[in-house]
């Protein structure tokens, strides 16, 4: 298939061209670039010893979509592209909204002009809000929804499940996913969050490294095995493959919606504890207060993903450190080191 990957720079679009490209598809990555590195595409062809054909440009840019769909003949649209950090979403919901919801129309009207009408939408656990049961599935509903973020992905979904609804020849594939972690084994692409890490696994790699002082541990005294909040870590890779998995998804007509997770809960601690064990490099660390917005503990059932797509998350935990680890100290500084 010739697939066009948006969100391509960025770290699980990164991942996933190197999964699509070593399955033999063709791919086209469109990335404005506001939080990837073009550096990341060029490890991508050096991993896969492949050329990525790639168009800087902003998918919110219908000119500049309308000719890349143009250019190339398209089968599907693997859409990464968006904003993703929780709290500069309640401080700027207009670029969240106008990013995620407005991008993704855009996208779409573009695709719609071009006849492609197959899209793998990145959404995310968070769509099933505070009140759902654990673990999530598919069948609940989504929830209320606590920021603009999470907002905007369960604003795409539905705009997603819209179009099928008025047009049958649209299918649609939302993947919810869980936390990916992690990095390519290779250790050449990675996660590189610009500034301070919002999220567990980049401030335990950034603290192993030297880059920040001690790991603060939000919240210890919530009712879960040790205190700390659990979540279900997934492999980044894993999560590569699922889109892989999806495409099959998206050549039948419809929605689907899959959860991509592993089915396991892991507390703070015992990451902190996993990545020492398995990289012999400690973590200072101090449990502080809870962060705003935090649930104690969720994590995927992700049943309908192995039954319908043939796909598990098969990398365990000391993977994800390990890989963690490799991409971390061999690139202190990220991309930009
Ligand atoms: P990322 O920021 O590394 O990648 C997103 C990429 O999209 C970046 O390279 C950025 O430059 C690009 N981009 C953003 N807006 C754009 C626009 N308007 N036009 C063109 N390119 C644009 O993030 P990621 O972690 O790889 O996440 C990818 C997707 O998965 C996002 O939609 C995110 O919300 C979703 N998601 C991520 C997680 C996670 O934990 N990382 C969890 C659930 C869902
Ligand atoms: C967060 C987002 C979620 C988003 C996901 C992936 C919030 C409330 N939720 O999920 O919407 O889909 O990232 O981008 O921001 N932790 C610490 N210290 C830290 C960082 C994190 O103790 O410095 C804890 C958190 O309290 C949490 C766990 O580690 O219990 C995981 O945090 P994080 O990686 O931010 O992911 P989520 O909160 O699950």
Same mark, same amino acid.
């Given at each position: 298939?010739?697939?066009?990957?948006?969100?391509?720079?960025?770290?699980?679009?990164?991942?996933?061209?190197?999964?699509?490209?070593?399955?033999?598809?063709?791919?086209?990555?469109?990335?404005?670039?506001?939080?990837?590195?073009?550096?990341?595409?060029?490890?991508?062809?050096?991993?896969?010893?492949?050329?990525?054909?790639?168009?800087?440009?902003?998918?919110?840019?219908?000119?500049?979509?309308?000719?890349?769909?143009?250019?190339?003949?398209?089968?599907?649209?693997?859409?990464?592209?968006?904003?993703?950090?929780?709290?500069?979403?309640?401080?700027?919901?207009?670029?969240?909204?106008?990013?995620?919801?407005?991008?993704?129309?855009?996208?779409?009207?573009?695709?719609?002009?071009?006849?492609?009408?197959?899209? #793998?939408?990145?959404?995310?656990?968070?769509?099933?809000?505070?009140?759902?049961?654990?673990?999530?599935?598919?069948?609940?509903?989504?929830?209320?929804?606590?920021?603009?973020?999470?907002?905007?992905?369960?604003?795409?979904?539905?705009?997603?499940?819209?179009?099928?609804?008025?047009?049958?020849?649209?299918?649609?594939?939302?993947?919810?996913?869980?936390?990916?972690?992690?990095?390519?084994?290779?250790?050449?692409?990675?996660?590189?969050?610009?500034?301070?890490?919002?999220?567990?696994?980049?401030?335990?790699?950034?603290?192993?490294?030297?880059?920040?002082?001690?790991?603060?541990?939000?919240?210890?005294?919530?009712?879960?095995?040790?205190?700390?909040?659990?979540?279900?870590?997934?492999?980044?890779?894993?999560?590569?493959?699922?889109?892989?998995?999806?495409?099959?998804?998206?050549?039948?007509?419809?929605?689907?919606?899959?959860?991509?997770?592993?089915?396991?809960?892991?507390?703070?601690?015992?990451? #902190?504890?996993?990545?020492?064990?398995?990289?012999?490099?400690?973590?200072?660390?101090?449990?502080?207060?809870?962060?705003?917005?935090?649930?104690?503990?969720?994590?995927?059932?992700?049943?309908?993903?192995?039954?319908?797509?043939?796909?598990?998350?098969?990398?365990?935990?000391?993977?994800?450190?390990?890989?963690?680890?490799?991409?971390?100290?061999?690139?202190?500084?990220?991309?930009?080191?």
């Amino acid at each position: 298939m010739k697939v066009l990957i948006t969100g391509g720079a960025g770290y699980i679009g990164s991942h996933t061209t190197v999964e699509l490209l070593e399955a033999g598809h063709e791919v086209v990555v469109v990335d404005n670039l506001c939080n990837g590195s073009e550096v990341a595409l060029r490890r991508v062809e050096d991993i896969t010893g492949k050329t990525v054909d790639f168009v800087c440009a902003d998918i919110r840019d219908r000119e500049a979509m309308d000719a890349v769909l143009a250019h190339h003949d398209i089968d599907a649209v693997i859409h990464f592209a968006g904003l993703k950090a929780v709290g500069q979403s309640v401080s700027q919901p207009l670029t969240y909204y106008e990013n995620n919801v407005n991008g993704t129309l855009v996208l779409c009207q573009a695709m719609e002009a071009a006849g492609v009408r197959r899209i #793998v939408f990145s959404s995310s656990a968070t769509v099933y809000g505070s009140e759902a049961p654990v673990p999530y599935v598919e069948t609940t509903p989504r929830g209320t929804t606590s920021n603009p973020y999470g907002t905007s992905k369960a604003m795409v979904e539905k705009v997603l499940e819209d179009l099928v609804e008025a047009d049958e020849r649209w299918s649609v594939a939302l993947l919810r996913y869980f936390n990916p972690i992690g990095a390519h084994p290779s250790g050449k692409i990675g996660e590189d969050p610009q500034g301070i890490p919002n999220n567990l696994m980049p401030f335990i790699a950034q603290v192993a490294v030297g880059r920040r002082d001690e790991l603060t541990i939000f919240g210890g005294d919530y009712a879960t095995v040790d205190g700390t909040c659990e979540r279900d870590y997934l492999h980044v890779v894993d999560l590569a493959v699922g889109h892989l998995k999806a495409l099959k998804a998206v050549s039948e007509r419809g929605v689907s919606v899959y959860n991509l997770g592993t089915g396991q809960g892991v507390s703070v601690l015992q990451m #902190v504890n996993s990545f020492t064990r398995v990289t012999d490099v400690a973590v200072p660390y101090r449990v502080g207060a809870r962060r705003a917005g935090d649930l104690p503990a969720f994590w995927a059932d992700a049943a309908k993903a192995e039954k319908e797509l043939g796909w598990v998350a098969g990398k365990s935990l000391d993977d994800m450190m390990a890989d963690t680890w490799r991409w971390q100290s061999g690139n202190p500084e990220g991309y930009g080191g």
